[in-house]
């Protein structure tokens, strides 16, 4: 089997190893110029020439996340390649829309980029899927948004900007009025007057992930998330997309958020897409599910957390369009870093992280799914892209026990560094679990 990942920053590289270990041919295009260097090496990387012949002799091609058109010199050479659009709103959807027409393709598509880079029509969407929406409010301006702020200050709201913003532009007020502040000072310097975001009250309750992946007939099978975002102990520090994750697969054709997740496929399926659609609700106390976005491409990191419950090979999971057995149980997974990630400009990751050593090999690191790596000399060693070393994954029967895996499998880790990564992901995660157990949304 021939197969083509198509990603920004490397999301699938991990991945395509793998899938190569297995005797897959997999190879891997790299959008983002300043992650060229992961996976040197290991995996065959494609440059835009390589990447058009290569699809034409490609049995599957997968779009491992969406990407907005930010203009770049990348973004135009891409669309012009296939004989798009340079002003094209978004630069993988409309890729993945055309080689549809002759290639098998997983992810992405225009209609994915819209509910999940447009907030709005993402909640308008959720809206006739028969999703609870917490209150929501789009403006334009920062202007606009502090007015309605001074209007409503005995509420707490929640910042969220239109398309693929900074992580840490998503904001939660923890005090009310503090937006007001953050978007009058912080905001207007860096950001401008003129922005398009929701502002969402903010809901107590219980964040979850819930999943479909959705086959060319319909719904194959719908799996669950638990996430910290935040890098350090007790939720503090950056968001940094995630840090800490526990999957499980929903069996109970009444699961949480199941019949919505089959009326979303039902959705995306009429426009031709097959791959991943997320979910992501508060679990309010009423046992009702709030909507907050989508995400209708692989989640990182709960694809690896995701992968590592499958049975048998992961190049069934792509070909038979994830028509596979799973293990029972649980999956969890922390994220490893080099200190001081993150990092704030490339002079500190040159200094810090770059060229540090690996002394294991990757093929006897079963749970390690690597990212800024490459061999440099024959050696494993930090490619220097981001300082996110990679994920630890590792699935027990019990939550307790998918964790004790994680955290034994990062003490096999002989990185010539000081790591970090969250010594609280499990007591944060399995306590959100409790509740949802509690509330008999979830097996005891």
Same mark, same amino acid.
């Given at each position: 089997?021939?197969?083509?990942?198509?990603?920004?920053?490397?999301?699938?590289?991990?991945?395509? @190893?793998?899938?190569?270990?297995?005797?897959?041919?997999?190879?891997?295009?790299?959008?983002?110029?300043?992650?060229?260097?992961?996976?040197?090496?290991?995996?065959?990387?494609?440059?835009?020439?390589?990447?058009?012949?290569?699809?034409?002799?490609?049995?599957?091609?997968?779009?491992?996340?969406?990407?907005?058109?930010?203009?770049?010199?990348?973004?135009?050479?891409?669309?012009?390649?296939?004989?798009?659009?340079?002003?094209?709103?978004?630069?993988?959807?409309?890729?993945?829309?055309?080689?549809?027409?002759?290639?098998?393709?997983?992810?992405?598509?225009?209609?994915?980029?819209?509910?999940?880079? +447009?907030?709005?029509?993402?909640?308008?969407? /959720?809206?006739?899927?028969?999703?609870?929406?917490?209150?929501?409010?789009?403006?334009? =301006?920062?202007?606009?948004?502090?007015?309605?702020?001074?209007?409503?200050?005995?509420?707490?709201? #929640?910042?969220?900007?239109?398309?693929?913003?900074?992580?840490?532009?998503?904001?939660?007020?923890?005090?009310?009025?503090?937006?007001?502040?953050?978007?009058?000072?912080?905001?207007?310097?860096?950001?401008?007057?003129?922005?398009?975001?929701?502002?969402?009250?903010?809901?107590?309750?219980?964040?979850?992930?819930?999943?479909?992946?959705?086959?060319?007939?319909?719904?194959?099978?719908?799996?669950? =998330?638990?996430?910290?975002?935040?890098?350090?102990?007790?939720?503090?520090?950056?968001?940094?997309?995630?840090?800490?994750? =526990?999957?499980?697969?929903?069996?109970?054709?009444?699961?949480?958020?199941?019949?919505?997740?089959?009326?979303?496929?039902? @959705?995306?399926?009429?426009?031709?897409? #097959?791959?991943?659609?997320?979910?992501?609700?508060?679990?309010?106390?009423?046992?009702?599910?709030?909507?907050?976005?989508?995400?209708?491409?692989?989640?990182?990191?709960?694809?690896?957390?995701?992968?590592?419950?499958?049975? +048998?090979?992961?190049?069934?999971?792509?070909?038979?369009?994830?028509?596979?057995?799973?293990?029972?149980?649980? /999956?969890?997974?922390?994220?490893?870093?080099?200190?001081?990630?993150?990092?704030?400009?490339? =002079?500190?990751?040159?200094?810090?992280?770059?060229?540090?050593?690996?002394?294991?090999?990757?093929?006897?690191?079963?749970?390690?799914?690597?990212?800024?790596?490459?061999?440099?000399?024959?050696?494993?060693?930090?490619?220097?892209?981001?300082?996110?070393?990679?994920? #630890?994954?590792?699935?027990?029967?019990?939550?307790?026990?998918?964790?004790?895996?994680?955290?034994?499998?990062?003490?096999?880790?002989?990185?010539?560094?000081?790591?970090?990564?969250?010594?609280?992901?499990?007591?944060?995660?399995?306590?959100? @679990?409790?509740?949802?157990?509690?509330?008999?949304?979830?097996?005891?």
């Amino acid at each position: 089997m021939k197969l083509v990942f198509c990603s920004n920053s490397g999301e699938s590289l991990p991945i395509a @190893y793998r899938l190569r270990r297995e005797g897959t041919d997999a190879s891997v295009y790299l959008h983002n110029p300043a992650y060229r260097n992961n996976y040197e090496g290991l995996v065959p990387k494609l440059n835009l020439v390589q990447l058009k012949r290569t699809i034409r002799q490609a049995d599957l091609v997968v779009f491992d996340i969406t990407r907005p058109n930010e203009k770049t010199k990348q973004d135009v050479a891409l669309l012009k390649m296939f004989g798009l659009k340079s002003s094209s709103p978004s630069v993988f959807g409309p890729v993945a829309d055309k080689l549809r027409k002759s290639v098998k393709v997983i992810g992405c598509g225009t209609i994915c980029e819209e509910i999940e880079l +447009g907030r709005a029509k993402g909640v308008e969407l /959720a809206e006739k899927m028969g999703f609870a929406i917490p209150e929501t409010h789009s403006f334009k =301006t920062l202007f606009d948004g502090v007015k309605f702020l001074k209007a409503h200050k005995n509420d707490m709201w #929640v910042f969220k900007p239109e398309k693929n913003q900074d992580l840490d532009l998503t904001y939660v007020e923890k005090l009310p009025g503090e937006l007001i502040t953050k978007l009058e000072a912080e905001y207007k310097e860096r950001l401008g007057e003129k922005i398009d975001f929701i502002l969402q009250k903010k809901l107590d309750g219980v964040e979850l992930s819930s999943e479909v992946w959705i086959g060319p007939k319909g719904p194959v099978h719908f799996n669950h =998330t638990l996430e910290n975002k935040r890098l350090m102990d007790g939720n503090l520090g950056p968001a940094i997309g995630s840090q800490s994750n =526990t999957v499980w697969i929903e069996n109970n054709p009444d699961g949480i958020c199941v019949q919505q997740l089959k009326q979303v496929a039902e @959705y995306l399926q009429r426009a031709g897409y #097959v791959g991943p659609c997320d979910t992501n609700c508060i679990i309010a106390e009423d046992k009702k599910p709030y909507f907050l976005e989508y995400s209708p491409r692989m989640g990182y990191d709960a694809i690896y957390c995701l992968l590592s419950l499958v049975k +048998g090979r992961l190049t069934d999971f792509f070909a038979k369009d994830f028509a596979v057995e799973f293990h029972g149980g649980f /999956a969890s997974s922390e994220r490893i870093s080099i200190p001081p990630f993150p990092y704030a400009d490339s =002079t500190l990751l040159k200094e810090y992280a770059r060229d540090v050593s690996i002394l294991n090999r990757l093929e006897n690191l079963p749970q390690f799914w690597a990212e800024d790596v490459y061999l440099k000399n024959g050696r494993l060693a930090c490619a220097g892209a981001d300082g996110i070393l990679g994920v #630890v994954a590792a699935r027990g029967n019990s939550l307790g026990g998918a964790w004790g895996n994680v955290y034994r499998a990062i003490e096999q880790l002989k990185v010539c560094s000081y790591l970090q990564h969250r010594l609280d992901g499990h007591k944060s995660l399995s306590k959100r @679990y409790e509740t949802l157990q509690k509330w008999g949304l979830v097996n005891g």
